[in-house]
Nanobody, 125 residues
Framework: VQLQASGGGLVQAGGSLRLSCAAS????????MGWFRQAPGKEREFVAA????????RYGDSVKGRSTISRDNAKNTVYLQIHNLKPEDTAVYYC???????????????????WGQGTLVTVSS
């Protein structure tokens, strides 16, 4: 499956952003999906994940309570909305397809097989 992330840009602190991840080549409904991010000089960090049906979600501690992951399988698209953005949210955001329709107990980047090219989010203070 090929993934294309979009929606990044420059946002002021306190603002909101919605990222999209469009898939082609395969239906997304076969996979749980996730978002990761990587800031300059830092390791890739888990942001959020959602099971194939959209009825189960997980969030990383850094965005928990101010972000929402969702999906529209009819549009083959996954979304990530983050509210109350902070300068520390600045990163390249990647979407990825998980190895199965449901998420494992521990979410690891190595369990995601297909990755999009990333979209840059810059939060100014």
């Amino acid at each position: 499956v090929q993934l294309q992330a979009s929606g990044g840009g420059l946002v002021q602190a306190g603002g909101s952003l919605r990222l999209s991840c469009a898939a082609s080549g395969h239906t997304l409904s076969s996979y749980a999906m996730g978002w990761f991010r990587q800031a300059p000089g830092k390791e890739r960090e888990f942001v959020a994940a959602i099971i194939w049906s959209g009825t189960g979600t997980r969030y990383g501690d850094s965005v928990k309570g101010r972000s929402t992951i969702s999906r529209d399988n009819a549009k083959n698209t996954v979304y990530l909305q983050i509210h109350n953005l902070k300068p520390e949210d600045t990163a390249v955001y990647y979407c990825a397809a998980y190895k199965a329709p449901y998420l494992g107990e521990v979410i690891k980047a190595t369990d995601f097989g297909s990755w999009g090219q990333g979209t840059l989010v810059t939060v100014s203070s």
